[in-house]
């Protein structure tokens, strides 16, 4: 009898648990038992904004086991051999269509990460095979994308870099930043629970929204933080919410740079006056766009040597029938279970 596969569907603002068949495996692709896949803000914004026209498997962040390969698939993207029983790491973007964004009735089924299986349809998608624990290898994709920023942000050997956004994204940035030469390092965020994991990780400054509401307070907290209190080299946008735009470019110094890695989704606009928030501090304004494989291969080693508390970022592994209430924490208190969320990963289960 032929296999199916459960997975969480979005539907508008609901979820939906439904049974899909599993695909037999053609040549140069690759069926994964899925492991985990992380709740990204992009998801989050696409069910609270309703950007998403179909209805989706979502889930971009995986993680799986090899369950079959394909004819002709031996080896992952840097040449290791690759083989059943496995467990690899995907780059969501491919030539035909991004795992996770993929309409869920589409054939073949089961391409995205929110289910039992992911099937690896374009032979063309990038993989890595990698020994680390599956709640480290989760955060793989996020933490391309604190690459890609830092490569953008062109940081300087002692610069003073602020991070806005206590997420998953904001503190894989604020990783990435320290270890390529950041020499103060400055988190604006919240829950307690993230800013305490920023200071673990090597936040010497944390600055509680909660605690501080008003933003006018904040930029004075921040920029008495820097030195002779002329503002940060470089500011990384990792909160996803328009206010923290003109409020972050107030953190840099003159000729500073800021990198928008917040929104990746449409989220509406701003207010923008040209000459003050920008001309006149002579800045440079970078905005990054996913990441490529190259970002996967930069950023996979750091993983690897688990120098730095990766799997205290997944607060939170919750089964398929659990989705919405992972989406709502996220939207809402940033609390389940009784705990601060900060990364919510989903389990290939019921």
């Given amino acids: 009898m032929p296999r199916t596969g459960r997975a969480s569907v979005i539907v508008g603002e609901r979820f939906e648990i439904r049974e899909y068949p599993v695909p037999e495996p053609t040549p140069g692709t690759v069926l994964l038992r899925q492991e985990l896949a992380g709740i990204c803000g992009t998801d989050l914004h696409n069910w609270e904004y309703q950007r998403l026209e179909d209805e989706v498997i979502l889930g971009h962040e995986n993680v799986?086991?090899?369950?079959?390969?394909?004819?002709?698939?031996?080896?992952?993207?840097l040449g290791r051999p690759v083989r059943t029983g496995d467990r690899i790491a995907l780059?969501?973007?491919?030539?035909?269509?991004?795992?996770?964004?993929?309409?869920?009735?589409?054939?073949?089924?089961?391409?995205?990460?929110?289910?039992?299986?992911?099937?690896?349809?374009?032979?063309?998608?990038v993989f890595f095979k990698t020994d680390l624990p599956a709640e480290?290898?989760?955060?793989?994709?996020?933490?391309?994308?604190?690459v890609h920023g830092v490569m953008r942000a062109g940081i300087q050997f002692?610069?003073?870099?602020?991070?806005?956004?206590?997420?998953?994204i904001g503190l894989v940035t604020l990783i990435c930043a320290k270890v390529s030469g950041a020499g103060r390092l400055i988190m604006v965020g919240g829950p307690p629970g993230r800013l305490?994991?920023?200071?673990?990780?090597?936040?010497?400054?944390?600055?509680?929204?909660?605690?501080?509401?008003?933003?006018?307070?904040?930029?004075?907290?921040?920029?008495?933080?820097?030195p002779r209190g002329a503002g940060a080299d470089v500011v990384f946008e990792c909160a996803g919410f328009l206010q923290a735009l003109p409020e972050g470019l107030d953190y840099l110094r003159q000729d500073g740079t800021y990198v928008e890695m917040g929104h990746?989704?449409?989220?509406?606009?701003?207010?923008?006056?040209?000459?003050?928030?920008?001309?006149?501090?002579?800045?440079?304004?970078?905005?990054?766009?996913?990441?490529?494989?190259?970002?996967?291969?930069?950023?996979?080693?750091i993983l690897e040597k688990n120098e730095f508390p990766f799997a205290d970022m997944v607060s939170h592994i919750i089964p398929l029938d659990r989705v919405p209430e992972g989406f709502n924490s996220l939207a809402g208190s940033y609390r389940?279970?009784?705990r601060d969320a900060i990364k919510i990963a989903v389990s290939g289960s019921l």
């Fill in 196 to 226: 305490d994991l920023a200071r673990e990780i090597g936040a010497d400054v944390t600055v509680d929204i909660a605690e501080v509401p008003d933003p006018e307070e904040r930029k004075r907290v921040v920029r008495d933080s820097t």
């Fill in 264 to 301: 990746f989704v449409d989220v509406g606009s701003f207010e923008c006056n040209p000459n003050r928030m920008f001309m006149r501090k002579n800045l440079r304004f970078e905005a990054v766009w996913a990441s490529s494989a190259d970002h996967f291969v930069r950023g996979l080693p």
């Fill in 336 to 338: 389940l279970d009784g």
């Fill in 64 to 77: 799986g086991i090899v369950d079959t390969l394909g004819d002709g698939v031996t080896h992952d993207h």
């Fill in 136 to 146: 480290v290898a989760v955060l793989l994709e996020p933490f391309t994308i604190g």
């Fill in 91 to 125: 780059v969501p973007g491919t030539s035909q269509g991004a795992y996770g964004f993929i309409p869920a009735g589409e054939q073949p089924y089961l391409r995205g990460g929110f289910g039992e299986y992911i099937y690896l349809w374009n032979p063309e998608t």
């Fill in 158 to 168: 002692g610069d003073t870099v602020v991070v806005q956004g206590s997420g998953a």
